[in-house]
C-alpha cells in the first residue's frame, strides 16, 4: 500500500486556501498600517458606510464654504485698504484747499492743485483694484476695468467731450453774455434796478432779497418769477452806509453782495462801494456802477467755483445707463433749455462698470452657511468716491492766472467749496460708511468661519473614527497573523518531509 501526504488515514495539510485567505488579510492589515485607513473602498467599511458618506459630504460642503470665506476675505482686506487710502488722500486735501494757500505760479496753478491732481490720479488706481483678474469696484461687472484713465476724464479726446469741457459750458451758461450771472441792471434818475433775465432759468444768479442799512436809500424786491431789485436813492446817504443784495447760486450756496456809499473825493474798490454825487441822481448813476462791478466780480469768483461744482458733480453722476447732464449749445452762454443728458458718442463716460439699481454691496455675495449671504461687493460710482473725485478734478482743472485781478477772490471760492464738500458733511455718503459695511461683511465671515472650523474638527474627529485605524490594534494583529502563518508554514513543511521510513 502507498503512503501518500493526502492519502486516507493521513495527517491532513492545512487548506491551500486558508494560506491565501490568511495572506490576503496579512496584506489588507500592511495596507491598513501604511495608510492608517480601514478600507480603501466605502463597501469595505460594511455598515459604517453610510456613516461615513454622510460626514464626508458635510465636510466637504464645509470646506466650500470655507474657501468662498477665504478668496472673498483677501477681496474684503483689498477693498478696506483701497477706500481706507482713499479716505487719507481726500483728507489731505481738505488740508490743503485753504483760501490762503494761494501763490501767483507761471502755470495758474498752486501747489495744493498739483497735489489735488495726483491725488486723483492714485483715487483712480485704487478704484481698478483687481484680484485674479476680477477688478474690485465694478459691481457685477467684475471683469470690467471700472474707471477711464486721468487724461480721457479731463480732456476727452477728439469726439468725447471730457470734464474741462462740460466745466467751460457750464460756467458759459452760468456767468453769461452780460457776464453777471444772467443779471440785467438799469434804471434812471434815483433808481436802480437788478432782475433776473427771464423766468425759470436754470442758470445764473437767484435774487432772494435786498436790505439797506438807511432810509436814504430804500430797498423793493419782487419775487417774481423772474425776480428783481429796485433801488431808489430818496437821499444822499452818509459814508459807511450800506446796501446788500442776497443770490443764490447753482450750486445751493449763497452769497451777499454788499456796497458801501463813500464820501466824495475817496477811492475805493468799484466792486465794493459807490462815491456819494453831488446829489440823489448823481449817487443813484453811482450806485449803478457798482451794481454791475460787484455782480461782474461776484460772476467771476463765487459763481465760476459754483458753476464747476455743479459741472463736477453731473460728470461724476453718470454712467453708461445715465450719461453726464450737459448744457445745450453751442452756444453756450445764452442758453434758457435746462441741462440735457449727454451721449456715449459725445461725452466721456467715467465709470464703465455695473450700474444697475440696488445697493453696491448687494452686487457680489458670499455663501458662508446653507442659509447665510454675506454682501460685499462694491461700485466706483458710489456717492462717497464721486464726491471726493470731483473735488480733485475741480482742483485739477482750474487755473488762475497771475495776470487777472481776480484769480485770489476765485480761488479762495473754489477751495470754500472744496474744502466743504469733500469733508463729506451730514447727508452724504462718506468712506467711512463704506469701511464701516466692508467690516461688517468681514466680521459676519470671520464668524461663519470660526462655526465651519469647530464643526469640521467635530466632524472630522467623528469620521476618523468611521475610517481610521488604531495602529496599535493593526500591529498586534499582524504580529498574531505572522506568529500563525509561520506556524502554519512549519508544520505544513514537516509533513511534506514525512516518509514511512522515518514514520517507522
Not at 464654504?65 to 488722500?89: G, P
Amino acid at each position: 500500500m502507498t503512503i501518500t501526504p493526502t492519502g486516507t488515514g493521513a495527517y491532513r495539510l492545512a487548506n491551500p486556501n486558508q494560506f491565501v485567505s490568511m495572506r490576503g488579510q496579512l496584506e489588507d492589515l500592511q495596507r491598513q498600517l501604511a495608510t492608517q485607513k480601514k478600507s480603501q473602498t466605502y463597501a469595505g467599511l460594511g455598515m459604517d458606510r453610510g456613516t461615513s458618506l454622510d460626514l464626508n459630504d458635510k465636510l466637504s460642503t464645509l470646506d466650500g464654504f470655507l474657501t468662498s470665506i477665504q478668496r472673498s476675505d483677501v477681496n474684503l482686506k483689498l477693498m478696506t485698504t483701497a477706500v481706507e487710502n482713499f479716505t487719507k488722500l481726500a483728507g489731505e486735501t481738505r488740508a490743503d484747499a485753504r483760501p490762503d494757500s494761494y501763490v501767483e505760479t507761471s502755470t495758474g496753478r498752486t501747489s495744493p492743485q498739483v497735489l489735488a491732481e495726483e491725488k486723483f490720479k492714485q483715487t483712480l488706481d485704487l478704484l481698478n483694484s483687481q484680484v485674479n483678474g476680477r477688478y474690485l469696484f465694478s459691481g457685477r461687472t467684475s471683469d470690467v476695468e471700472p474707471v477711464v484713465d486721468y487724461s480721457l476724464i479731463m480732456d476727452g479726446d477728439a469726439t468725447h467731450a471730457g470734464l474741462k469741457q462740460l466745466i467751460s459750458e457750464r460756467k458759459q451758461a452760468d456767468i453769461g453774455a452780460g457776464g453777471m450771472g444772467r443779471l440785467v441792471t438799469g434804471g434812471a434818475g434815483t433808481n436802480a434796478t437788478i432782475a433776473e433775465e427771464a423766468a425759470g432759468l436754470p442758470y445764473g444768479f437767484k435774487l432772494t432779497g435786498a436790505s439797506s442799512s438807511t432810509a436814504a436809500m430804500t430797498t423793493a424786491y419782487n419775487a417774481g418769477p423772474p425776480a428783481d431789485i429796485a433801488v431808489n436813492v430818496a437821499a444822499q446817504p452818509q459814508p459807511g452806509d450800506t446796501l446788500k443784495f442776497a443770490l443764490t447760486l447753482p450750486d445751493g450756496t449763497t452769497e451777499e453782495i454788499t456796497l458801501t456809499a463813500r464820501a466824495s473825493g475817496t477811492t475805493g474798490d468799484p466792486a465794493e462801494g459807490f462815491v456819494i454825487g453831488v446829489d440823489a441822481n448823481a449817487t443813484a448813476a453811482n450806485l449803478r456802477t457798482a451794481i454791475g462791478a460787484a455782480l461782474s466780480r461776484e460772476a467771476k469768483t463765487s459763481l465760476s467755483a459754483s458753476s464747476a461744482q455743479v459741472a463736477a458733480k453731473d460728470f461724476f453722476a453718470g454712467s453708461k445707463s445715465n450719461p453726464p447732464l450737459r448744457v445745450p449749445g453751442p452756444p453756450f452762454d445764452t442758453a434758457t433749455a435746462a441741462p440735457a443728458p449727454g451721449t456715449a458718442a459725445n461725452t466721456v463716460i467715467w465709470y464703465q462698470g455695473d450700474d444697475a439699481a440696488g445697493s453696491a454691496r448687494a452686487t457680489a455675495s458670499v455663501q458662508v452657511d446653507q442659509g447665510q449671504q454675506v454682501a460685499a461687493g462694491a461700485r466706483a460710482n458710489e456717492e462717497a468716491f464721486r464726491t471726493g473725485l470731483a473735488q480733485f478734478a475741480i482742483m485739477a482743472a482750474e487755473t488762475f492766472p497771475a495776470s487777472d485781478p481776480n484769480s485770489k477772490l476765485a480761488y479762495g471760492a473754489m477751495t470754500e467749496r472744496v474744502r466743504s464738500t469733500i469733508g463729506f458733511p451730514t447727508g452724504t455718503q462718506a468712506p467711512s460708511e463704506i469701511i464701516v459695511e466692508l467690516g461688517s461683511a468681514q466680521t459676519a465671515m470671520a464668524q461663519a468661519k470660526e462655526r465651519h472650523t469647530a464643526t469640521k474638527d467635530y466632524l472630522s474627529t467623528t469620521l476618523a473614527g468611521v475610517e481610521d485605524i488604531t495602529k496599535e490594534e493593526v500591529a498586534m494583529q499582524i504580529l498574531a497573523l505572522q506568529t500563525t502563518l509561520q506556524a502554519s508554514y512549519q508544520t505544513t513543511s514537516m509533513l511534506q518531509q514525512l516518509r514511512l521510513t522515518n514514520y517507522l
